[in-house]
């Protein structure tokens, strides 16, 4: 499992750890900083009082923390809060505060229900069919009050059309209303008790009724009450993984080690959970001021953006609304004044010509549409939550993803060792490559195994090795599952059972256990492991060859060529080392001291190095070159190292290129001094992302390809996707902690991991990934992609029948002939024949160039452009209404009136008085029996529609492949075709559809005549994909291909 030496042949690669500051240099900084930090935060207590409060203002809470609390001397923050560490606050005067402000995140505002059903309810195309509904239903009234025995057409047409809209806003509402539960998560992270000193009494309270200055004990299992600054701790450590995404538990102490607040070890944040230890803190922010409730804020304050394909729709809505009124004002105006109709046939005219331009059923295709997809997602392990985020991931142009636990598999595994002298590379698939009998490697199995509170939870044989349960912390439980695979370390541990344990802290940066070695008589050996420097620092020998060296420079050499090179691979090192006790000095039964050591913690052996590294998910590295290939950016926002982030970057093909900093080291230059065009990659950390302003990130954006931000905090990854954006990217955003939260609800479409992911993480989202894997993604993107094909494909195949439904009403007022087709057959159509084969292109499989694709331009290639509008209305649309007039000519023809003597004819035609009115032939038609042939005459046209579209339907399975190439796989059209032929027949000939729907039995010869238009359809569309497939310059392609 351990192959060869793996040098590099560049040694400028340096490791950059990070400096931990003493309590002395600690208190120096203090001084020098707390002046200006006080100052600052002055200022912003300041800008309070004024009413310039940063809880309403966005821009303020996506700063960094901003304070000074963990830099003063405590004497002085106890004496800022008025509180004492020996007898803490007074009880009435900590009642009081927490009465007027508990220590609760506040719930965002939210939208009343029936305001948000209100907005559904007439939004959109549901105000349009809303006036046709109701201006039917008054046209049905006055005709009623006139004649009793009047059709009820126009009140079926009115009751309709109100049933289709209130049908499709409960559907729209319901799906809203799942997507917005944000502050229940955050409500979730609330702890629930805390032990606080009060009038010099320890006590508990709830922790809701914390407040600032209260004195707290924090105990292992608990969750931090609030924003704290810890006065004592005992190996206390905190897990910030819901704030920052990394996992590593970290060690918590009164020292301040850092300026900034986030990196400091002397403070604790609210809801944070503690894994070890025990701690005395000061609370410094409670509820809403706490660092969680700024975020918790930041992403209530956060608006969702509005969905691509929601302003498609909206778009599309705009455009046929507004063709729809502009034609109706124009008719309704011709038929009151050129042609004189009554204001009620005028009305009736223009209900007609909204129903033949609005698609009454595409709202419901696209959310089936999207239904679907859904649902096909959910089988790659894609929980859509927000049904229109679906054609969001086709759309995304840019996705921001996390590090850990997306790219990678959220597990440190042991990737390098080094020791007599060499670098080895950890290969799962070499077997028997460690050199088990080589003194160096046992040794470092033996101080692996034994300096390790980590234990399995289980040992089930019946899974791998890596799925093992651990306790402790990440990097030791990588230790030991490594081990494991050597010897079972319970067998190890057995036979070296430890006697003494000084744990790791901070200070120190290691850990040290003594062990008795039961097989050499009871020896006793000390075993130390820790930060590499710390650790050779109190070493005089190293092991190489089974021999003890004196540690002399060359091997010290040996040893900082391997340590920059690990390092610089973005690996945790840690060194291991150990001591084999004189027995006469140290017999058995020996009592040993790890408060006041009693053995020796120097002169020790060095025995060589472990580099552990979250790996990458085995499929990401292809996953992000699919991206790439199909015009998606790629870009980490990580709050790990940017050492690691930069080599886990490199290993998934996000960074393939020369960095800025290693362009720089190679040229001898400083990084400011690389020009932009110099360096295709750059990794920006967040301490240098803190001093740019909006326009530098943007800039950083437009001119790397290859970026990786490291080192980010809440607001730096909040403000890199509205940089991303700002810059005309769709972006989607990988995350699992509250940290990511803001950024999830900022951008176009955000996505959780369902593993790692918290409450909050999950809510914000869009859309979940169950095994929180980024090839996830790129599997939603070719369906995202596909569904917006889809949805484009089912509103051409939608609009062509638009024509031959207003063309109708357009002759019967231009040309005065009877009606050729009702408003009530009109819905026939469009929630009738129609809706299910165009729901049926929703599971057209993708044409062969989807993945090939530059991302989609929001701004020219809308859903609804102006090619699809001319192949739908003037081509396709226009040939599917000179059938429908074809058979319309056929009937009337066959049964006397011939189409010279039908214009004109109309007011005749209509005349309830008029019971001779003469054909062609010179025959009598009665009122009844003309309504009769009108009605056959309209079955007739409506047939034509339905078999015309047929040909449509087939036409609309590609937009650019020969329907001989893609094939007729799609079981669900062919059943579509079947549906809407036997819905016509049924229409046509069923009992009682005449009095509904006002149609009439057609004789066999009718069925025929409209085929040949069918047919030409089909050839026209063939041949025009054909000319754009050989000319992809030509002007068809430009023109024509929508």
Partial sequence: MIRGSIYSQSEGTTRKGSQILGADDARNTAVSVAVEVSAKVAENRKRLKQGKSAKDNVADLKEELNMDEHLVPLEELYSRYNTNVETGLPSAI???????????????????????????????????????????????????????????????????????????????????????????????????????LRDGKWSEVDADFLVVGDIITVTYGNVVPADIRIITASSFKVDNSSLTGEAEALSRSPECTDDNPMETKNLAFYSTNAVEGTCTAIVLRTGDDTFIGKIARLVGKTKKKETPIRKEIRHFIHLITGLALFLGAIFFTLAMTVQKQQFLQALVFLIGIIVANVPEGLLATVTVSLTLTARKMAKNNVIVKNLEAVETLGSTSCICSDKTGTLTQNRMTVNHLWYDLRVWAVDPAVEDCFQKEHNSFKMLYSIATLNSRATFEETDQSKPLSEWRTSGDASESALIKFCQQIRPISDARKDNPKVAEIPFNSTNKYAVTVCEQRDEGGRFVVYMKGAPERVLARCSKILVCDEEAPLDDTYKEHFEKAYKELGGLGERVLGFAYHNLDTSHYPPGFQFDSEKPNFPCEGLVFAGLYALIDPPRPAVPSSVKACQSAGIRVIMVTGDHPLTAKAIARSVNIIRDETVDELAARKGISESQVEPGEAKAIVVSGQKLKEMDEEEVQNIIRDYDQIVFARTSPQQKLVIVEAVQNVGNVVAVTGDGVNDSPALRQADIGVAMGIAGTDVSKSAADMILLDDDFSSIVKGVEEGRLIFDNIKKSIAYTLTSNIPELTPFLVNVLLNIPLPLSTIMILCIDLGTDMYPAISLAYESAESDIMKRRPRDSKKDKLVNNKLLQITYLQIGVLQACAGFFNYLIVMGDHGFLPKHLKGLREQWDNRNINNLRDSYGQEWTYESRKNLESMAQTAFL?????????????????????????????????????????????????GMSVAFRTYSLKPIYWVSALPFACLILLFDEMRKLIIRKYPQGWVRRNLYY
């Fill in 943 to 991: 047939l034509a529609i339905v078999q015309v579209q047929w040909a449509d339907l087939i036409i609309c399975k590609t937009r650019m492949l020969s329907i001989l190439h893609q094939g007729m796989r799609n079981k669900h059209l062919i059943i579509a075709l079947i549906f809407e032929t036997t819905l016509i027949i049924l229409l046509t000939y069923a009992p």
């Fill in 94 to 196: 900590a009642e009081k505060m927490a009465d007027e402000k508990p220590n609760r995140l506040t719930p965002q505002k939210q939208t009343p229900a029936v305001i948000k059903f209100l907005l559904t309810l007439f939004g959109g195309f549901s105000m349009l069919l809303w006036i046709g509904g109701v201006l039917a239903i008054i046209a049905y009234i006055i005709d009623y009050s006139r004649d009793s025995g009047a059709p009820r057409d126009n009140l079926y047409l009115g009751v309709v059309l109100i049933a289709v809209v209130c049908i499709t806003s409960i559907f729209s509402y319901y799906q809203e209303a799942k997507s917005d539960a944000v502050m229940k998560g955050f409500l979730k992270m609330q702890p629930q008790r805390s032990h606080v």
